[in-house]
């Protein structure tokens, strides 16, 4: 594990999972995605990390939401998590997150790691309106795409079908080190019963009403992933393993290959198309992992969630 620190940005779009990723380190309209992520950290007693609304849709296609799976609020399941700080709400409006993500990387004094747990617009924006950006990055993961079944067609997950063109300008931008966590790695890292165990015995006694929150969400998460997509033996937590890459790449398995994006309209939209057997002359521009250690993952989110905790105001 890399204990060294180094500056994140996070690109989110809080549903049940994203709210353990900024744990960690949506699903929704962008407001109500805004206010989870400020209700999440002032529940984890991180008010003071800045939060900025980014785009409202994607580039050119029509806005997708998932209530289905994260509710109306985009986190439903709990009455125990804070009501969103109308002054920390407007300062999020006030100011759009590609201008302010790129002052922080630009005026970083260190590299910056990059996070997108959503769609890729945000992301797409920023480097085509900063391109200068990507010298000062020195990673950058998204969770998104699929090696082979998609969640949201036959072929495409959700993150990139939602915004396959914003994909698909992010796949050429020429990050210098850009590692794609797909449906095949998150599938593994599934919230079972002995995860809820282990978050009400080693959450619950740092903060009861901690616990519980986060057990809600889980349960709420998990009715309807079994609903939805039939996993009965618990959802997958995707989120936060875009995060854990950043400081734990060695618990991962990966391939450096061609990944491109299908932005037709056809059965095939939103496809990551993964040049595993190397049939394309184009350079290799990202890292796809194909395995993750889940017990280590479990290990660290678990010990985030404590730490969270203990510093919460719940």
Known sequence: MNTSKSPVWLDCDPGHDDAMAII??????VEKTTANAISILEASGRSDVPVFMGAKKPLIRVIKHDPEIHGESGLDGTDLLPKCNKALYEKAESSTAIN???KAILESSSPVHLV???SLTNIALLVTVYPQVIENIEVFSFMGGAIGV???SAVAEFNILCDPEAAQIVMQAGFKHMAMVPLDVTHTALVTNSVLNQIESKV???NKNF???VKELMLFFKDSYAKTFGFNNGPPLHDPLAVYYLTNRASFEEKLMRVDVECGNGMCAGQTVCDIWEYSTAQKNCYVT???DVESFWEAMINSMALAAKNSPL
Request: aromatic letters at 0%.
């Open 24 to 29: 960690l380190a949506g699903n929704q309209s």
């Open 100 to 102: 302010e993500m790129a």
């Open 116 to 118: 997108a747990l959503g």
């Open 150 to 152: 998609g969640n949201r």
């Open 204 to 206: 619950g006694p740092v």
């Open 211 to 213: 616990s519980i929150m």
């Open 290 to 292: 194909s395995k993750v």
